[in-house]
């Protein structure tokens, strides 16, 4: 079972504090992604990454960077929080976009005060 | 875009009743996944249905591409399948998965 490291687990900032979120899969995947999720509106894509020093948009990404500095390693970064950005965080990974499961980690609760 | 709307938001059943939930999604999907998200809040990948009719265990996916629409039957629920039932395509750009709002599984003992 392809495994999904994230962290932290839980973090508390303030508004224009700087977060940097990690995640790092041990199964050699392809591709990566972080995605937000907040009630009423599901999970949604920020960014993602086919392969080391790739990054490709997702949906909302606004007010985010992202850097895939190896196979293993996403980070996802935010250089000026604002409370909008309170939200759970997921990390998840795949082989190959398109077809096959995607495979979690167990998420980042992040407030913004 | 690419939209996912998932019925019903929320379903109470009673331990042994079976589960049937709905997943409509706006444009024709190259792949559909099913993911079960527990109380605690861990994602985990429960099958992908493209087209057709696929069984794991107790759970049934049918989805019927052209109407675009799939379904996830659970038989016999436990008290251990509440959870959050989310439904999930990649659009006609190809990369991105676009997840449903979910639906809400409650199975009383």
């Known amino acids: 079972e392809a495994a999904v490291t994230q962290s932290p687990r839980n973090k508390v900032t303030v508004t224009g504090g700087n977060v940097t979120l990690s995640c790092r899969q041990t199964?050699?995947?392809?591709?990566m992604y972080w995605y937000r999720q907040d009630t009423g509106h599901g999970l949604r894509l920020i960014h993602y990454?086919?392969?080391?020093?790739?990054?490709q948009i997702g949906d909302v990404p606004d007010g985010y960077k992202a850097t895939r500095t190896t196979q293993e390693d996403f980070f996802l970064l935010l250089e000026l929080a604002s409370p909008s950005q309170t939200s759970l965080y997921f990390c998840?990974?795949?082989?190959?976009?398109?077809?096959?499961?995607?495979?979690f980690g167990h998420g980042t609760k992040l407030s913004v005060l | 875009g690419q939209q996912v709307q998932q019925s019903p938001a929320s379903l109470v059943l009673q331990e042994g009743e079976n589960a049937e939930l709905q997943c409509n999604f706006s444009?024709?999907?190259?792949?559909l996944q099913w993911f079960y998200q527990s109380p605690g809040g861990s994602l985990v990948s429960l099958l992908s249905?493209?087209?057709g009719t696929k069984h794991t265990g107790r759970l049934t996916s049918t989805t019927v591409t052209k109407e675009r629409r799939s379904s996830l039957h659970i038989s016999s629920s436990q008290t251990t399948d509440s959870g959050t039932y989310l439904c999930?395509?990649?659009?006609?750009?190809?990369?991105?998965?676009?997840f449903g709002i979910g639906t809400l599984l409650s199975v009383k003992p």
């Open positions: 998840a990974s795949s082989e190959v976009a398109g077809y096959e499961r995607l495979f």
């Open positions: 199964n050699s995947h392809n591709y």
């Open positions: 990454s086919y392969g080391a020093g790739n990054l």
């Open positions: 444009s024709t999907a190259t792949q």
């Open positions: 249905n493209p087209s």
């Open positions: 999930a395509s990649y659009g006609s750009s190809g990369n991105k998965l676009i």
